[in-house]
Every structure is written in structure tokens, then in C-alpha cells.
């Protein structure tokens, strides 16, 4: 399997344009999470699927943040509109199972969001 | 609320010596806990994981115990290289609610 894949690996946009970031999961993964990564913050989880339902979205930071996993094999996260706040890395993981053996959390390369 | 806290933030060893990176959590009804690697620019690479029945799990270097107990682990690197060179962060999970340290940004010199 190719990991987790992320696109685009790097995203330079300005305020007010609205930005979609991808995510293929592994294969037979039925958990997703999407992160983000920032200098002051750290890694924090803002939302994760569970067999392509939105479970716990409690950490989206405002509604301009949506998220969506139309089936196993995608996900997106849409900011409208981005602001510069939004600049971070976003990591997209995923996961067979929610607890016990053989829940590790594999990480795809990120996408590094660049609002202006 | 979950809180994990990596001592030190930044460590500087020569090429060789046996290290230790220390991480601690202030709620220990946890199901596992994970150390990753961040190179810079890049995701995150999985090193081990302990689950919460567990007291370490060794790979190749490297080896991870966990004191549930007391909220804390450590990162034992043996040997270090300069390829170990990078940010190290661990993670703990509670169902899916996964906190993470800030790192330790670990040089290894030559």
C-alpha cells in the first residue's frame, strides 16, 4: 500500500479564496483523522470519520472549517473563506479500529497551507 | 482535559551516546501511547506503540516503556546517529481523542 496520501503537498492561497485539501486513506482503514500542525499550537485533531461518518468534529475551529468523506477512499477539508490564521501544516492519518491491538495511526505527508 | 508535556524541548548529543526523551501525561486512562518522528517539512513516521496493557515495546535502537501510574514514558534511543536527527513526539490515545506533545527536537552531531 502507498501510505496515506495527501494532495496538494503545498498550497500558497490568498485571503478570502477558498482552499480543499484531499486525503486517500490506506486501504481498509476505516478511521480518518484530519490534524493540523502549527508553531504555536502543536498537532491538534480537528475532526475524524468513522466508516465515512463524522463522529466528533469538535475540534474544527469555525465554520468556515468543513470537512467530508464521501466514501473509504477520499476525504476532503475545505476552509471558505481561508484567512491567514489558517497557515499550518494539515495532516490527514488513518486507522483500522478505534481501540486495542492494531490501532496505530498512519500519517500521510501533510499539506503545507500558505494563506496571504 | 488531556495534557502531554516533552522534556526537553531541544536536545544536542555527539554521535554515539544513549539517550533518553521523556514524555508525561496528566490522565492515565489511556489505551496506548505512540512515539512518532518529524523530519523537518514531512509527516509524521509511527516508532512504536504501547498500548496500555503494556510496559514497553522495542524496536531495532530504540525502546519504549510506559508508566501508566505515574503518567509517563520514555524514548530510549541507543547508539545515536546523526540520521536520528529530527523531532520526536509522543501521543497518547483514549478511544480516538489522540493528544500530542510538543516534541523534542533532537541534533545529532557528528
Known amino acids: 500500500d502507498a501510505g496515506v496520501i495527501q494532495s496538494p503537498r503545498h498550497e500558497v492561497t490568498e485571503m478570502g479564496q477558498e482552499v480543499t485539501l484531499r486525503c486517500k486513506p490506506i486501504?481498509?482503514?476505516?478511521?480518518l483523522f484530519w490534524y493540523r500542525q502549527t508553531m504555536m499550537r502543536g498537532l491538534e485533531l480537528l475532526i475524524y470519520?468513522?466508516?465515512?461518518?463524522?463522529?466528533?468534529d469538535s475540534g474544527m475551529p469555525e465554520d468556515r472549517f468543513s470537512a467530508k468523506m464521501p466514501n473509504a477512499s477520499f476525504s476532503t477539508l475545505k476552509i471558505q473563506p481561508s484567512e491567514p490564521r489558517d497557515s499550518a501544516v494539515y495532516f490527514c492519518?488513518?486507522?483500522?479500529?478505534?481501540?486495542?491491538?492494531?490501532?496505530?495511526?498512519?500519517f500521510g505527508p501533510g499539506t503545507r497551507l500558505t494563506v496571504l | 482535559k488531556q495534557e502531554v508535556t516533552q522534556i526537553p524541548a531541544a536536545l544536542s548529543v555527539p554521535e554515539g551516546e544513549n539517550l533518553v526523551l521523556n514524555c508525561s501525561f496528566t490522565?492515565?486512562?489511556?489505551?496506548?501511547l505512540q512515539w512518532f518522528r518529524q523530519d523537518p517539512g514531512k509527516g509524521l513516521t509511527s516508532l512504536l506503540l504501547?498500548?496500555?496493557?503494556?510496559r514497553e515495546q522495542t524496536s531495532g535502537r530504540l525502546n519504549a516503556s510506559l508508566d501508566k501510574s505515574s503518567g509517563r514514558s520514555t524514548l530510549y534511543i541507543a547508539a545515536s546517529q546523526p540520521g536520528d536527527s529530527a523531532t520526536y513526539l509522543c501521543?497518547?490515545?483514549?478511544?480516538?481523542?489522540?493528544?500530542f506533545g510538543a516534541g523534542t527536537r533532537l541534533t545529532v552531531k557528528p
Open positions: 492519518a488513518s486507522s483500522l479500529g478505534s481501540s486495542g491491538v492494531g490501532n496505530e495511526q498512519f
Open positions: 486501504s481498509g482503514h476505516d478511521y
Open positions: 470519520f468513522n466508516n465515512n461518518v463524522p463522529i466528533d
Open positions: 490522565d492515565s486512562a489511556i489505551y496506548n
Open positions: 504501547i498500548q496500555s496493557s503494556q
Open positions: 501521543a497518547v490515545r483514549r478511544g480516538n481523542d489522540m493528544r
